[in-house]
């Protein structure tokens, strides 16, 4: 069963304007299945998965572009950067839109490479997990605080919530429920270890990198320490600097900056660590049922997690990018999200609890000593309507971001 994925207009408003466009995200995220299946009967289909296609694509790529000729959907171009030079030639010479589908892992090599030989030529979009809302079959916008989500209903409980973060947002276990959770998670892992890291790093041990890869998802929501990442993996901070960039390049954690201004010099500069697939970092964390998850340890930094990653997948599968910071001075005062919009800053906490009092918003009041303009805040929480908190701020059910 096909998950429609809320990608489709941005990307084939693109693909109208461009000659080139490339899907990247991490692995098993549904690139190839998305363009599949928005692809019309005229454009050729090429995996470089294919060794035998892969030799040709590198050995002799001009030869590869006469036989598959445009318009051509190239899955995992970063198996073959050599056609790149050679794609540019061609669209060059007929400046046709949408010639070239490609899809890529995010890796540093890829989109260095991407962007010298396509520069001007490209349209490059990120596709992340299922979203909830695609997942309950409705249509994604940005989110702002100021949005209208009265009328937005969902059928999930504190425990139908836990079991979709649990589960996580790869569209191979939502659409195949028949897959087993654990063991779709365990092959993903030495997937990822034997080629990913591989790939992109010259990592002896795997089995230490195993063990950094699971302080890391012990670590999310959490401020980024080196120093005790390294610790827990037993290697250096220099080693667990780079890493955490592989992770970062395979899409599977991002980095959210601390929102900083000239005007005020009481900001910490550390960013937020998060993995972007709740299941694949429950997995790796030891939470076995989703009810465990919600009664553990990680409860709250899970649930902050999904929201904070649902966030940014209704910015991205809008095509857009994500003006997102986090609030803490040294005096402790924090605030989950900040949201740059046109000028003005929207703050956002994420609570676990369906009736958060009104002091939930009471640090919202420091960001009016930044000279900016502030608008309506938001909890996000367990509450099961949306309903105001303050004269500025709104609570949002979690179950209809």
Known sequence: ???????????????????????????????????????????????????????????????????????????????????????????????????????????????????????GRVGIVNLMGLSNRELDGKSTFPFLPTLDFSSDKSSLDLSGLYRRIWHGAFPMLNSHPEIDRNFFYESYISTYLERDVRELSQVGDMQRFFRFLRAAAARTGQLLNYSDLARDADISVPTAKNWLSILLSSGLTYLLEPYYSNRTKRLTQTPKLYFLDTGLCTYLTDWFTPESLEAGAMSGAIFETWCFVELLKSYRHSGQRAPFFFYRDFDQVEIDLIIEYNGTLYPVEFK??????????????????????????????????????????????????
């Open 1 to 119: 069963m096909y998950i429609k994925r809320n990608l489709k207009d941005f990307f084939l408003k693109c693909s109208s304007q461009f000659p080139v466009m490339l899907v990247t995200g991490a692995r098993q995220v549904g690139k190839t299945t998305f363009l599949q299946h928005i692809k019309d009967k005229s454009r050729n289909y090429i995996s470089l998965d294919s060794l035998k296609n892969q030799a040709l694509a590198k050995s002799d790529p001009e030869l590869f572009l006469q036989r598959f000729k445009p318009p051509l959907l190239i899955d995992e171009i970063q198996y073959a950067p050599e056609l790149l030079p050679y794609i540019k030639i061609m669209v060059d010479s007929e400046q046709k839109p949408g010639m070239f589908w490609l899809t890529g892992s995010q890796q540093f090599q890829m989109m260095s490479g991407v962007t010298e030989s396509l520069a």
């Open 352 to 401: 676990k609890s369906a009736n958060p009092g009104s002091d939930a918003a009471k640090n919202f009041k420091i960001l009016e000593r930044l000279n900016q303009p502030v608008g309506t805040g938001a909890i996000i929480c367990m509450s099961s309507i949306v309903m105001p908190l303050t004269r500025s701020c709104q609570l949002i059910p979690a179950a209809v971001l």
